[in-house]
DNA sequence: AAATCTGTTCTATTTTGTATAGAACAAAAA
DNA sequence: TTTTTGTTCTATACAAAATAGAACAGATTT
């Protein structure tokens, strides 16, 4: 799996990580019970800090989507049991996101074939989706 | 319109401004044509500075949602030729949405069910939406 | 015409977030 | 036993966010 930082970018370094290690695991390719690399070996690779790497992973486990083991590793989760917190910021971004669609001047059928059309690329690249 | 800011959000107080009046146009509480408070009288109201207002404003005229008329005061924009790159950094931000809703185990259909259902939501506040 | 209100601009301070750096610790793994 | 692991600590640097006060010039209201 690559991933790719744009220091130009507004969205924190932090926050890039995180972000391409979601849309990895929904793609499939990490999966649950898989192992992320160490803090150091991720951070030189990036060319980051190991810091910010850190500040990743610890972002990841607040949503629920890795388990960092002390002294060993951080482990892909399965996809279950997850804070009912997590859930409720999810439907506020979404409906923000569709606000925001509605305001530029989406019709609502565009917004339905955008969402749909971005499921079918993630099932076409994940088989295992449900 | 009513608008709630929240202190202890990790959003800033700023966004809370934007994003809520993204929100009160699409549910039709404000319409193109319309003018926004002043940035002193709604700084007052919401109880915070007055540049937090003018920022908010400033992000919502970037976004092409507003039109700031110097020495006067910020008009609603009609939906019309918006940026690409607005539109592009929309769709980015539904693929990470969808990504993260699948990766916490939400089925196709339950993610399809809720953009339905608020996309119905706005509909049924507003109804002069497309 | 005078007073008020408007967004703008400027300096200033405080707090928080981001990113880097280096060092040390204790437990797990090789 | 040596290496690797995540953790913790101090430290620095920079940027973003929020507040504050003042002043300006144009628009609006009285």
Avoid: C, W
């Amino acid at each position: 799996m690559i991933i790719r930082i744009e220091s130009e970018s507004d969205i924190p370094i932090y926050l890039q990580i995180s972000n391409q290690i979601i849309e990895g695991i929904a793609r499939g390719y990490i999966k649950a019970g898989q192992t992320l690399p160490s803090v150091r070996s991720f951070a030189a690779d990036l060319g980051v800090n190991m810091h910010t790497v850190n500040k990743s992973y610890h972002h990841l486990e607040q949503k629920g989507i890795i388990q960092i083991v002390p002294k060993s590793g951080a482990v892909i989760t399965s996809p279950q049991n997850f804070n009912e917190s997590t859930i409720n910021k999810l439907k506020d971004e979404y409906k923000h996101l569709i606000a925001e669609s509605l305001v530029i001047g989406m019709p609502t059928t565009q917004i339905k074939e955008l969402v749909a059309a971005l499921l079918e690329e993630f099932k076409k690249s994940n088989g295992q989706l449900k």
